[in-house]
């Protein structure tokens, strides 16, 4: 073998100043900020402002990987805040970059030889912005990808947009961030990635304690803006806000950097937390469970149990035979719901204790006999297999690929679930006309509309063979968009309406079911609700 020269030497001896510099775990001081290395065998490498606690670089591998024009932070920017960084546990195990203002607490935590940012942010108010979130803002051309859905929320090279200046027209397509949402039941993890290694960086969020809008609540994860790809945890947000904000510590959440694919909040470990010294943290020890049977869900249907109050939400799916066991929640008096898939069956309270199991069981009695006449779709708590249910969580309903809205007919016995519509539009579908024979009058009957969400005001108001049933009163008021942004779930409303006796005949009938509001609007923005199921029963 060949003598190095002295260049190759030279050369080597950087390399391993280098390497040597990325392994170092520990933090300086350099122009304004707190430069943290993590010490991993994968370099993460990233920089924290002192004056407003912005992240301004983020290296990984030696890739910079932040966007320079937008940085990455706590909402849009805590614009300033007292910063700190400290190390704790001794020198090697983990640093905490701490955020301060009036009325939050930001936590930036590192953990020795992890490619991670473990997050977490103490809140005593709803911030001014109106949402509470971390967004990292990242580089397109290192990080051009989304996962798990793909280019429904990419919307880079964009030409028009549909409404407002949030959902965009891409190659003759809708795509919207809010279009890269997942139930928080569902959240595992989601990534923005990229590179010839295919570099991930995923946000994971074990828990969402302090987040409001329950177990099927859904926001945006991801979104590949063209000038930077932001990847986001929403906490706070009046998306389809059905429910008052929590305050509180929200997280921990984290921030991992992976180039061996999509890690999974499953093999997260946080018990750790308590070490680093957070406000609002509450350990296992100061927690309690709840465990018991859940029954009376419809057979092939999912059993959820929910619990919640002004300080927390938790939830639970059932096993096969109605079992549930809670996750380790705060101590405190809390509102228990029974859910098949996502329709509430049954509600009840319960109190947990630190350091006890109590056994609780919920019944449901939503799913007692009676006589049905005809049923359209299932009281799942979705609009399940109506038409453009399909479709409808990753595009607007505006979309060249959705099937046309209607006015549509149904009829009972014949036509497909999917000639039913799963919205009724005041100006684009309204009403919807069901067509149906009935072999002797039945008498007085009830017709039930289970909805899921109504925007604008709008409630269903039927027309039964020329009788007008009653107008019902206005539904409780979500100030925001919902299905045009890929959102289905508010407070569920359920109608019943008493079709006297005589108004029903032997032979063909024919009932209407009109959108009614004290609103106007045009095309897709008209007052509008969302089908849950239908039922004319006695």
Known sequence: MEPKSVFQLAVLSLLSFVSGAYAAFGYTSSGGNYVVDAGSANPLIFSVSQSNCDIRSIKYRGTELQYGSQFTHINSGLGSATVSISQINGSNKYIKVTCVTSTLTHYIVVRAGDSSMFLATYITAQPSIGELRWIARLLPDKLPGEYPYGEVSNTQSSTSTVEGSDVFVVNGQTRSKFYSSTRFIDEDSHCVFGGSDLMHVCIMTPQQESSSGGPFFRDINSNNAGASTNLYNYMNSGH??????????????????????????????????????????????????????????????EGVVHWFNSAAQYWARTSSNGAFTSPLMKPGTYTMVLYQTEFKIATSTVTVTAGQTRSQNIAGTFNTSRNTLWQIGQYDGQPTGFRNADKFLRMHPSDSRMSNWGPLTYKVGSSPLTDFPMAVFQ????????????????????????????????????????WSGPAPSAPAKIDSRGVTRGAYRGHGEVYTVAIPTGKLVAGSNTITISSISGSSGTTFLSPNFIFDAVELFQ
């Open 240 to 301: 389809v806000q059905t429910e008052p904000y929590r305050m509180g510590l929200h997280g921990p959440y984290i921030m991992q950097f992976s180039r061996s694919g999509i890690p999974s909040v499953k093999n997260v470990d946080v018990s750790w937390f308590g070490e680093v010294g957070v406000t609002g943290w509450v350990p296992p020890s100061g927690r309690g469970r709840v465990t018991g049977t859940a029954s009376g869900v419809q057979s092939g249907m």
């Open 427 to 466: 100006s684009v579908n309204n009403p919807v006309t069901i067509r149906f024979n009935l072999g002797s009058a039945p008498g007085a009957a009830t017709l039930r509309i289970a909805t899921t969400l109504s925007f604008a005001g709008s409630r269903p108001q039927i027309n039964v063979n020329g």
